[in-house]
């Protein structure tokens, strides 16, 4: 194979994984072929914006596009907790965690996706190792001893080292390699939209748990007067269906109902947009010269905020294997650096998706006895510094 002909690394699907991905390796002079069917300017239509840990901030530094991203990000602060669910019969109960809690001074940043993906892209296509395909998709792989061989919609072949599948929960390269998944679907929608309110947002996050799912309120930066968030809003999917077909006015009164009034008098800026929730995990996160990354490999649903962050956790132990393999001349795309991968990571997003589904269960949950349990549970966390330690360094994965 000559190697100046040909890419190092493929990586199918340009979501925000598959470009994190792409920067890290170019960022070691791999090179690097990527493919996306979609038009790369729909991108702009994201209005998620993605509560990162700390960890993902590192790989924006490392990239060197924190500093583009950082005027638009917010500190996240403080996590407040409150369960609406028996508000009428026991009254409300709730708990705060502060990063100072974990000595830390905050526990991440709420970047938009729109604003990541562009500037994860700008800094891309200045890289002399990146190759951008858009509106072509690979339908064929083959993996020989040596080298992958892939085939495209368009009919360009090529061979790379190893293959990157960052193409979703939806990923034609596991259903090819027949790498079969569990999967749970819920009957549940995610709402997101962005909110202007009276009261400051103190940089604290609110999830409010009630029934049907999540009401989280995530803080925005703004630089104007208003403060702003985004809403993740998880309900069953007829009550989100017909939220998302209001009026605005009646929204807003729906919304401020659902808010308990946190953040005061709170109205819809811009519009609403619908997200399945699912969970899902794939059976093993390699194959010969190919590896599952991102929701290719695992979906969680947004309680929580751990989907990208564990994409991200994904791709630093991919980037350090691949780093590793480099320095030790080694090749990248070898049996041995992928088993490497799958058995670092395999347990670890198991086990996260598992927890998640948990989590989720119990914060939808219309079980008497559980709505109690967990009420409880939030009010005997106010008693135990050492539990609610715990449970921060658990979600951040510590
Ligand atoms: C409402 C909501 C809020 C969330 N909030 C958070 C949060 O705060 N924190 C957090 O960590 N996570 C969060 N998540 C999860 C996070 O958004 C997802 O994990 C993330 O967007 C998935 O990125 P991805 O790159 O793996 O997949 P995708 O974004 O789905 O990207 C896949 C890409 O592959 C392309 N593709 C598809 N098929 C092919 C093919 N055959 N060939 C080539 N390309 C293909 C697609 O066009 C797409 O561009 C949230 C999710 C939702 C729904």
Not at 57 to 62: M, N, P, Q, R, T
Not at 285 to 293: D, G, M, Y
Request: hydrophobic share 40%; with cysteine.
């Amino acid at each position: 194979m000559n190697e100046e002909k040909h890419p190092s690394v493929i990586i199918s699907g340009l979501g925000i994984s598959g470009l994190i991905t792409a920067s890290l390796l170019c960022k070691e002079k791999i090179k690097v072929e990527c493919f996306e069917p979609i038009n790369i300017s729909k991108f702009r239509a994201d209005q998620r914006t993605t509560a990162f840990l700390n960890p993902a901030i590192g790989v924006f530094k490392e990239i060197g596009i924190w500093d583009k991203i950082e005027p638009f990000s917010q500190p996240l602060k403080e996590m407040e907790i409150i369960d609406a669910s028996s508000q009428k019969k026991v009254g409300l109960a709730s708990v705060v965690f502060e990063p100072k809690e974990v000595n830390i001074e905050n526990f991440g940043y709420n970047v938009p996706n729109s604003i990541l993906r562009l500037e994860l892209l700008g800094w891309l296509k200045k890289n002399k190792n990146f190759v951008l395909n858009i509106r072509d998709s690979i339908v064929k792989h083959y993996a020989f001893d040596d080298s992958i061989f892939v085939r495209t919609a368009k009919g360009k072949e090529l061979n790379g080292k190893l293959l990157i599948s960052c193409e979703g929960k939806e990923s034609a390269i596991r259903k090819r390699e027949e790498i079969n998944t569990i999967k749970t679907s819920y009957s549940q929608l995610a709402m997101v939209f962005q909110v202007a309110h009276s009261k400051k947002h103190k940089d604290r996050t609110t999830e409010i748990l009630d029934v049907g799912g999540p009401f989280t309120i995530i803080p925005l930066r703004d630089s104007s007067k208003q403060s702003k968030s985004t809403v993740v809003w998880m309900d069953n999917s007829d009550v989100i269906d017909e939220a998302y077909s209001l009026e605005n006015a009646e929204f807003n009164s729906i919304i401020s109902k659902k808010s308990l009034g946190v953040r005061g008098n709170i109205k819809l800026v811009g519009k609403r947009q619908k997200w399945p929730v699912s969970s899902q995990l794939s059976k093993t996160l390699i194959s010969k010269r190919t590896v599952l990354i991102a929701e290719s490999a695992h979906v969680m649903p947004p309680t929580g905020a751990q989907g990208l962050n564990t994409s991200i956790e994904d791709i630093i132990a991919l980037h350090n294997l691949c780093k590793k393999a480099l320095k030790n001349n080694e090749d990248i795309g070898a049996n041995r650096v992928l088993r490497q991968y799958n058995f670092k990571r395999f347990p670890l997003t198991g086990s996260k998706v598992f927890g998640i589904h948990l989590l989720n269960k119990i914060s939808m949950t219309e079980n008497g006895f559980l709505k109690i349990a967990r009420k409880n549970f939030l009010l005997y966390l106010n008693q135990s510094p050492f539990l609610k330690k715990t449970l921060i360094k658990a979600g951040l994965g510590k």
